[in-house]
T-cell receptor
């Protein structure tokens, strides 16, 4: 398996522009997570989906952020409008939640480095 | 609301065992202890997790004290490629995986 695939790897945009980050989870996984990492705040959980349904979005910073999972193999995180303080590395992770303890481990993608100028 | 306490940094000589401590004195009975690591510019990587018993896999060993208030991750023969930030996380499930600052392990030749 190719693992969790994120695109783009790097994104540079100007303040006010819309940014869309993409994630393809591992085939067969039923849960997907979006994290953000900055030097100041470390790794923060933004939102997670189970069976394509958003379960907890309490970590989403504000209304400028939105996430969707239209099917089991694709998710997007959109920022509109973007601001310089959104600059960070955004990670997507997936796992299989089936009640078996040995399967309870997250697989992370390589991340998207976002710079908002 | 960090549930774990880890030293900010540690050094280890290449080829020696790296023992990374973690305190989690407020852990509840059904919370797991997880360890992940993050090598520079990469996404976090799962290492191991356990509930009560000690665990071992191809990457590491996890030693959990009997009272479950602390644990130690052991990398038996550290290599330069093990240089990374190591995160100890206590949680009920992956739905609540909150990362702290971790321990920056530097393996030196």
């Amino acid at each position: 398996d190719a693992g969790v695939i994120q695109s783009p790897r790097h994104e540079v945009t100007e303040m006010g522009q819309e940014v869309t980050l993409r994630c393809k989870p591992i085939s067969g996984h039923n849960s997907l997570f979006w994290y953000r990492q900055t030097m100041m705040r470390g790794l923060e959980l933004l939102i997670y989906f189970n069976n394509n349904v958003p379960i907890d979005d309490s970590g989403m910073p504000e209304d400028r952020f939105s996430a969707k999972m239209p099917n089991a193999s694709f998710s997007t995180l959109k920022i509109q409008p973007s601001e310089p303080r959104d600059s960070a590395v955004y990670f997507c992770a997936s796992n299989l939640m089936d009640g078996v303890a040995t399967n309870e481990k997250l697989f992370f993608g390589s991340g998207t480095q976002l710079s908002v100028l | 609301d960090a549930k774990t306490t880890q030293p900010p940094s540690m050094d280890c000589a290449e080829g020696r065992a790296a023992n990374l401590p973690c305190n989690h004195s407020t852990i509840s009975g059904n919370e797991y202890v997880y360890w992940y690591r993050q090598i520079h510019s990469q996404g976090p990587q799962y290492i191991i997790h356990g509930l009560k018993n000690n665990e071992t896999n191809e990457m590491a060993s996890l030693i959990i004290t009997e009272d479950r208030k602390s644990s130690t991750l052991i990398l038996p023969h550290a290599t330069l490629r093990d240089t990374a930030v190591y995160y100890c996380i206590v949680c009920l499930s992956n739905n609540d995986m909150r990362f702290g600052a971790g321990t920056r392990l530097t393996v030196k030749p």
